[in-house]
C-alpha cells in the first residue's frame, strides 16, 4: 500500500472517517482500495473536514469556490464551513510576535489586547496600539501550522494520486486539483503575500469613474512590522454589514436610500474589479465587508484572491450578458473559448442543456434574476458536456455569488444589471476604441499607414517571384475540364449571336438607302452571311440537346 502520511495523523483522519460514516475514504486509507468515490452527503462532508481540522477546513472552503465542480447544496454547505479551534493561549502566540518582530516588543507597542478578536484556522487577530499612538489589527500565525500544513498536504496529494486511476479522478483532475489546493495553503502561510494583495487592492480602487472611492476603504498595511507569520494593518472601527443592516446604520437609520447607495457602491467596486482590473477579492462573505462608523464600506482579509486576464474579462462580460438575454447559442460559443474539453464535444448537446437552463430565466425581470446562481448553473451544465473550467473562473462564480447574497440579505430590492450598467456600456466602449479616442483614430492612422508601406513592398515581391516563376499555385478542382468546355461553347455562341446581329443590323440600314446595284448586291450579301450564320448557330444548339 502506498504510505499515506505518519501512522498517527492516518489513524487519527481514519478515526474521523469513520465515525461519521464514509465508507469509501476507510477502504482507501487502510487497503488502498480504489473504486468510484460515493461521496458523502453535504452536512457529512462539512463535519468530516471539520473534525479534521483547520488544513482541512481551508481545503473545504477553497472546494466552496469551484461550483464548476461541486453540486450547489455541497458548495452552500462548504461556504459555510468554518474551523472549529480555541484561541492559542497568549503564552503561545507572544513568542511568534517576538520572534517575528524587528525590535523587541516593547520598543514598537504600548498596548496590546491579549484577549484575540477572532480565531481562525491558520491565524487569530489582536488589537494593538504603536509608540506613536495609532490603533492596529495584528494578524498572527498559529505556531507549528506550517508543519502541519504540510503533512496534511502531502496526505492529500498521495490520496488524489490514487483516485487519479479512477474515472472520477481524470474526469476532474483531482492530482492538478491537490497541487493547486497545497499552492494556495502555502501562499496564506506568507503574510507578505496577503499584504500585498492588500496595497495592490487598494491602489486600484483608490480611483474610479463608477463610485466615489472616498467611501470605501481597504485597510493600509504597516510594512515595517509585516512579515511571514505577522501582518500589522490599520484599525478599522465598524461592524459587518449585515449587523449594519439589522441595527441600522450610524449615520442616518439606514434608510432605504442609503441601502441603495451602498448596494451601488459595493458591485461597482467589485465589478470593477472583475471586469476592469482583472484583479479581485475573491471571499466577499459578511464578515469580510465592515459597515464603518464615518458611513464608509470596508473591504477586509484579502488572503484570497484572483485574476482574470483581457481575453477572459471580455468573454465573461458577453457571458452574463447572454444568460441575461437567454441566448444559449452565444453562451456555448462562448463557454467553449473559456473552458477546455476534457473529450470530443458535441456543441448541439451543450448548446440543448444551455437552451433548457436558459428558459427557465427568461420571462424572469432582471430584479427577479440570480444572475450568480445562473452562472453556476452554466458551469454546472458545461461540466456535464465534459468541459473543464479553469480555477480563476470558479473564484469569480464563487465571489459572485458572495457578493450577490450579501447584498441581497442587506437590500432585497438590488437588481444587479441596473447596478452595473454604467460600468459595462464602459467598458465596451474602451474594448471598441480604447480611453482616449483620439489616441484610439491615431493608432489606426499609424496602422493604416504601416500597410500603405508595407503593401507596395509586398505586392513587388510577389510579381518578382511571378516574373522569376518561382511561385506557382498547384490547384486540382475536379470537373474544371466540363467546365471549361461548356464556357467555350457559350463563349463561342455569344459571338455568333453577336456577329449575326451586327449582320442584320448592317443589312437593315443599307437596305433603307439602296439607290444603287452595288449597294442593293451588298445589303443581299450580308442579309445571305447572316442567314447563314443563324442557321449554323442554330444547328449547334439542337445538336448540343440543350434547346430548352
Known amino acids: 500500500m502506498l504510505q499515506l502520511a505518519r501512522n498517527s495523523r492516518q489513524a487519527e483522519i481514519l478515526e474521523v472517517v469513520l465515525s461519521n460514516g464514509w465508507d469509501y475514504m476507510r477502504g482507501l486509507l487502510s487497503s488502498g482500495q480504489v473504486g468510484e468515490p460515493d461521496i458523502p452527503p453535504p452536512a457529512v462532508l462539512r463535519n468530516i473536514l471539520t473534525d479534521l481540522g483547520p488544513v482541512y477546513v481551508k481545503l473545504g472552503q477553497l472546494m466552496s469556490t469551484r461550483p464548476d465542480l461541486l453540486p450547489p447544496e455541497y458548495i452552500e454547505s462548504l461556504s459555510a464551513l468554518h474551523a472549529k479551534v480555541p484561541p492559542v493561549p497568549w503564552s503561545e502566540i507572544e513568542g511568534v510576535i517576538r520572534q517575528s518582530l524587528p525590535r523587541p516588543m516593547e520598543e514598537v507597542f504600548s498596548d496590546i489586547d491579549t484577549q484575540p478578536l477572532a480565531a481562525g484556522s491558520m491565524a487569530q487577530v489582536h488589537r494593538v496600539r504603536l509608540r506613536d ?57 506568507d503574510f507578505t503575500q496577503e499584504a500585498y494583495y492588500t496595497d495592490k487592492l487598494r491602489q486600484n480602487l483608490a480611483s474610479s469613474p463608477w ?62 474589479q472583475f471586469l476592469s482590473d482583472g484583479f479581485f477579492h475573491a471571499d466577499p462573505h459578511p464578515g469580510n465587508l465592515f459597515y464603518l462608523k464615518d458611513g464608509r464600506i470596508a473591504i477586509l482579509d484579502c488572503g484570497m484572491v484572483g485574476s482574470l486576464d483581457p481575453r477572459t474579462r ?14 444559449a447559442s452565444r453562451c456555448a460559443q462562448l463557454s467553449l473559448q473559456l473552458a477546455e474539453p476534457t473529450q470530443p464535444i458535441d456543441l448541439a448537446r451543450l448548446e440543448g442543456d444551455y437552451v433548457r437552463l436558459l428558459r427557465r430565466y427568461y420571462n424572469l425581470s432582471l430584479s427577479e434574476l440570480n444572475t450568480s446562481e445562473a452562472f453556476y ?32 440579505q442587506f437590500n432585497p430590492q ?35 499607414k504601416n500597410l500603405s508601406l508595407e503593401s507596395p513592398r509586398q505586392v513587388g ?3 518578382n517571384r511571378l516574373s522569376n516563376e518561382t511561385l506557382r499555385f498547384n490547384l486540382r478542382v475536379e ?32 437596305s433603307t438607302g439602296a439607290q444603287t446595284p452595288q449597294l442593293v448586291l451588298l445589303t443581299n450579301i450580308l442579309f445571305g452571311a447572316a442567314s447563314l450564320i443563324g442557321l449554323v448557330l442554330l444547328y449547334k444548339i439542337v445538336r448540343s440537346g440543350k434547346l430548352r
Not at 458577453?318 to 438575454?325: G, P, S, T
Not at 456535464?384 to 473550467?389: I, K, S, V
Request: glycine share 8%; net charge negative.
Open 133 to 189: 499612538g495609532r490603533e492596529m489589527a495584528m494578524k498572527v500565525q498559529r505556531p507549528g501550522i506550517d508543519k502541519l500544513v504540510a503533512q496534511d498536504v502531502e496526505l492529500i496529494q498521495n490520496i488524489a494520486k490514487l483516485m487519479a486511476t479512477t474515472e472520477f479522478g481524470k474526469s476532474y483532475d483531482v492530482v492538478g486539483l491537490a497541487d493547486e489546493f497545497g499552492k494556495a495553503l502555502y501562499a496564506e502561510l
Open 211 to 272: 463610485f466615489d472611492p472616498d467611501r470605501l476603504k481597504v485597510p493600509a498595511i504597516e510594512r515595517q512590522l509585516t512579515t511571514q507569520k505577522l501582518l500589522v494593518m490599520e484599525w478599522l472601527d465598524g461592524v459587518p454589514l449585515l449587523t449594519a443592516h439589522l441595527q441600522g446604520s450610524h449615520r442616518d437609520g439606514n434608510t432605504e436610500t442609503e441601502r441603495a447607495e451602498l448596494t451601488t457602491l459595493i458591485f461597482r467596486a467589485f465589478f470593477q
Open 314 to 327: 471580455s468573454a465573461l462580460t458577453e457571458m452574463l450578458l447572454a444568460i441575461v438575454n437567454a441566448d
Open 377 to 408: 448553473e452554466v458551469l454546472q451544465a458545461a461540466r456535464r458536456n465534459h468541459l473543464r473550467w479553469p480555477g480563476n473562473i470558479g473564484l469569480f462564480a464563487k465571489s459572485l455569488g458572495n457578493l450577490e447574497g450579501v447584498a441581497r
Open 414 to 448: 438590488v437588481n444587479v444589471l441596473e447596478e452595473v450598467k454604467p460600468l459595462m456600456t464602459d467598458i465596451f466602449r474602451k474594448e471598441l476604441v480604447g480611453d482616449d479616442l483620439g489616441q484610439a483614430l491615431f493608432r489606426t492612422t499609424l496602422e493604416f
Open 461 to 463: 515581391f510577389l510579381l
Open 479 to 510: 470537373g474544371l475540364d466540363a467546365l471549361r468546355r461548356s464556357i467555350d461553347e457559350s463563349a463561342n455562341r455569344r459571338t455568333f449571336g453577336t456577329v449575326l446581329s451586327a449582320l442584320i443590323l448592317g443589312a437593315a440600314i443599307l
